[in-house]
């Protein structure tokens, strides 16, 4: 009876282990489409997006330093001028172009539109990779096909957005919303909206462009840091701050701009500092880290539902068909790129397994036969170490190595520097 009711605990616990990064990405969709929601609702009230920009990456700075400056203290590298060169053009890619952009374009248009625009962001990524020849296509393949047509399509949803709005698409829930009277508009007031849609539309573009030119940067500079990403992080934020507060004063001269007391503009920088860009980068880390990025970027059309249902419940939004038909697009695009790039990593993996020595059929530890799983699986270990000879589809261990540790090293596949420990008969 405890046997079995042992046996049903560890099942839920794996269960929950198995869970656990659905429930991290999806939780982080709320998180995301509550900061474009609130952030909204503060910009509608007149708070200047320079300001929130600045005070956003105050809060990301002080709530991610201190676990920084304690955990990584004694890993962190250090900065060489080309090193600093690189921190301040991704602050300046991120917190100052890519925020203030993305803030002027969700000012002009919506919260669902700007959502959705940010789904291009793989694509446009993909295509900066080929570029800096990051990324390959073999066009006959049918991966790579799927990643150039998934482009192309998220390319068009984008542009469909932009330049057809179409009539308003009415909701169950947004019936009672967006009252009749409001259907005889001046001609004038008709012109001005998609004149500042239209703008608002180039500045998600802009905005876009710059977070994928990030995401390439940030690749080179993380192998400096890849012991230290906290770090790395803290000081993007760090160096964003003086520069965005550099582009405020040049931009808002009226010194009432900075007064910020305990309101909507408040909780808004609060919010987005900590919530979406302290928070969500550390668990998106241990998401990316366990499951990769392609499971991670998966769920970004989530946010575009969240946005759509909470910014007609609470924002009256309005919702058109052009942003709908755009909006699908841009998903099946999207879908269609990281398919892509999951079958290239399937392959790539299947082809590094491939390459291994062949993994034998017993294994030796300490003179003892062990099980035909654990031979597999420390076998693969000193396959991945490459440095080990096999006679009569035998394997034998002669330092003093841990099983645990062998079969920790097969299943991660480890490098040859992390089976130092492992030593194999001659």
């Known amino acids: 009876m405890e046997s079995q009711l042992a046996a049903k605990g560890s099942s839920g616990g794996d269960l929950f282990e198995r869970c656990k990064p659905y429930i991290a990405m999806i939780s982080l969709q709320f998180g995301y489409a509550g900061m474009n929601i609130i952030t909204k609702v503060s910009l509608n009230h007149g708070m200047s997006h320079y300001v929130l920009v ?117 909701m169950v829930w947004t019936r009672h919303a967006h009252p009749h009277q409001a259907n005889v508009v001046p001609a004038s007031a008709v012109e001005s909206a998609d004149k500042d849609w239209l703008k608002g539309s180039i500045f998600l573009i802009i905005a876009t462009l710059a977070w994928a030119s990030l995401f390439i940067l940030q690749t080179y500079t993380l192998r400096s840091f890849s012991s230290a990403p906290l770090s790395l992080t803290s000081l993007i934020c760090f160096m964003g701050t003086l520069q965005a507060v550099a582009v405020t004063l040049v931009m808002e001269h009226r010194p009432n701009v900075w007064s910020i007391g305990w309101d909507m503009n408040l909780l808004a920088a609060a919010y987005a500092g900590i919530v979406t860009s302290s928070i969500a980068y550390y668990v998106q880390g241990l998401v990316i880290e366990k499951r990769g990025p392609v499971f991670a970027s998966a769920f970004s059309p989530l946010m575009m539902i969240v946005v759509a249902i909470m910014g007609s419940f609470i924002l009256a939004e309005k919702i058109y068909l052009g942003g709908v038909l755009g909006g699908i697009l841009i998903v099946a695009g999207l879908y269609s790129v990281l398919w892509g790039k999951y079958k290239e990593n399937k392959e790539r993996k299947e082809i590094e397994a491939l390459s291994l020595p062949v993994v034998v059929k017993s294994i030796l530890v300490y003179e003892e036969e062990i099980s035909d799983a654990a031979a597999a699986a420390a076998a693969a270990a000193a396959a991945a170490a490459g440095k080990f000879t096999t006679h009569d589809h035998m394997i034998e261990l002669v330092d003093e190595v841990v099983l645990e540790k062998a079969k920790a090293k097969a299943f991660a596949l480890v490098a040859a520097e992390e089976s130092k420990g492992l030593e194999l008969g001659k």
């Open 54 to 170: 600045t005070y956003r990456h105050a809060f990301a700075t002080l709530s991610i330093a201190p676990f920084a400056l304690i955990l990584e203290r004694k890993v962190r590298p250090k900065i060489t001028f080309s090193l600093f060169l690189q921190i301040f053009v991704l602050g300046l890619l991120g917190p100052v172009i890519d925020q203030n952009f993305y803030y002027a374009g969700l000012k002009y248009t919506s919260p669902t539109f700007s959502c959705a625009m940010s789904n291009i962001l793989p694509a446009m990524t993909f295509v900066m990779a080929v570029l800096f020849r990051m990324e390959k296509v073999h066009i006959r393949k049918v991966m790579y096909q799927a990643k150039v047509v998934g482009t192309l399509v998220t390319v068009a949803g984008a542009m469909l957005m932009t330049l057809y709005k179409g009539p308003i698409v009415e």
